[in-house]
């Protein structure tokens, strides 16, 4: 028995500056880590997998999910983010058990797993007790799955939580104890599969004192904050980052989500304090936060991640957020041309490449996650999350630019084969993980939140459904 892997022969993406692209070419992985890549690579005792005509890449980051939605997926294909608010976060959540949100974040991420996306970042806005909180990184760590759990606070009321009746939010806070319990219980090293950040909700939602609480909470626990800033028309998520600026808590490592109202000095103060973006162009889209901002925050040299944000409402893959980010910021740079009557023999000027959405969607994402010194891209020295995608599917062959082939072709239907920590999590197709249990646990908690959230909305299939 050997713990040593040899990936053969495959179209190697790395996205390391340093590597690039690598048409013909080996991975070595030892043990959990990357420490070869390059052409004809000694074999020796390693298992060897052919990627002959296939698409390596590293694993997809997903830089933001409540995967704790998983299970009552796609029941509002039409919200607003209004709407999401007042249904998800007020007539599902409250509802929700410990073995509820054990059930959507172990099938999350399978979901993850089977997506190619080897890091996932968990917003998990449901730590309605401790229990809730011991039942997501349970299921996280049950799957696999490279992970940043990001601690929350409870979803017990909107009023309490999201909307006070003065609209600057709750009085409540996120509970440092139990964050402190948490930290020292299961993260008292940073090196493991899965880390630990801070899910808050910033100024606009929370009182400032609140606001400062949870801000000096992660620095005295060492962990990055990830915040919701600037969406659609709330008046509360205007200014909240030059909030942030006034109370002095632009902090390094922080990630500002969505982020789609932004103003220009609050670019530069995300970009000046080494902040970064996670971007959900999807949903983004959809449900009306705004556009997804990837070259203005290119522009400003902040990172960007994507992220996947709500199952309720979008699909959850890497694939659908590239194809999101690529087509709507090359649409706005269309239509800037237009209104600026530029010469149409001329592409329109600002288009944003396939080879950036691409970035975005791994080592960007990574940078956000706060884990690019361990994964990300394909480099010796990083941990082997590796993805193999079929260069001959019928909808990826043949290949000319393998990068086209992935952002503009490919979906989780071409994810062939998946490592983490190199460990092999799918193979040829195949998750190695049984799906009969989690799935059954899944629709039982799906049914009872149906149960509990009273009158269907329209579409919905009965409470009692057997699918
Ligand atoms: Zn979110």
Not at 315 to 324: E, H, I, L, V
Request: charged share 20%; net charge negative.
């Amino acid at each position: 028995m050997t713990d040593r892997i040899l990936i053969r022969n495959g179209i190697v993406l790395t996205q390391d500056p340093q590597l690039g692209e690598m048409p013909n070419a080996d991975v070595l992985i030892e043990g959990d880590t990357i420490t070869d890549i390059g052409s004809d690579l000694a074999a020796g005792d390693a298992r060897v997998i052919d990627a002959s005509g296939d698409i390596v890449i590293p694993g997809f980051i997903d830089t933001h999910r409540h995967t704790w939605e998983t299970c009552i997926r796609t029941c509002a294909p039409d919200f607003a983010l209004i709407t999401y608010f007042s249904a998800i976060l007020d007539k599902f959540a409250p509802h929700y058990r410990p073995e509820d949100v054990h059930s959507a974040t172990h099938w999350g991420a399978l979901e993850c797993i089977n997506a190619g996306i080897t890091t996932l970042v968990d917003w998990a806005h449901i730590m309605n007790t401790p229990d809730h909180a011991d039942a997501s990184i349970d299921a996280l760590s049950a799957t696999g799955i490279r992970s940043v759990f990001a601690y929350g606070f409870p979803n017990t009321s909107l009023v309490d939580w999201w909307f006070g009746p003065d609209y600057t939010g709750s009085v409540l806070t996120s509970d440092g104890d139990e964050a402190r319990r948490l930290r020292s219980q299961y993260f008292s090293s940073d090196g493991g599969r899965i880390t630990m950040g801070l899910a808050t909700r910033g100024p606009g939602f929370c009182k400032p004192d609140v606001v400062r609480h949870d801000w000096e909470l992660a620095k005295e626990l060492g962990i990055n904050i990830t915040v919701h800033v600037g969406m659609d028309r709330f008046g509360y998520t205007k200014g909240q980052v030059t909030a942030l600026r006034d109370m002095d808590l632009l902090y390094p490592g922080t990630t500002y989500v969505h982020s789609s109202h932004l103003t220009d000095e609050e670019w530069q103060l995300v970009s000046d304090s080494g902040g970064n973006v996670s971007l959900a162009p999807q949903i983004e889209i959809q449900m009306g936060h705004g556009w997804a901002p990837a070259a203005t925050a290119e522009q400003y040299g902040v990172p960007v991640g994507l992220s996947s944000d709500v199952a309720t409402t979008a699909p959850s893959d890497q694939f659908t957020q590239m194809r999101a980010v690529f087509g709507s910021e090359r649409g706005l740079a269309h239509q800037a041309a237009w209104d600026d009557d530029l010469d149409g023999l001329e592409p329109s000027p600002g288009l944003i490449t396939s080879r950036q959405a691409l970035s975005w969607a791994t080592i960007g994402g990574a940078e956000v996650a706060g884990v690019a010194d361990r994964t990300g891209s394909l480099t010796p020295g990083k941990k082997a999350d590796v993805v193999i995608l079929d260069g001959s599917a019928v909808n990826i062959a043949p290949i000319i630019d393998p990068v086209g082939a992935v952002v503009c072709a490919a979906d989780v239907s071409n994810v062939k084969t998946v490592l983490v920590d190199g460990e092999i999590l799918k193979q040829d197709f195949k998750l190695k993980a049984s799906l009969d249990a989690p799935r059954t646990a899944v629709k039982d908690s799906r049914d009872y939140l149906l149960a509990m959230f009273g009158e269907p909305e329209p579409g919905w299939l009965s409470a009692t459904a057997s699918t």
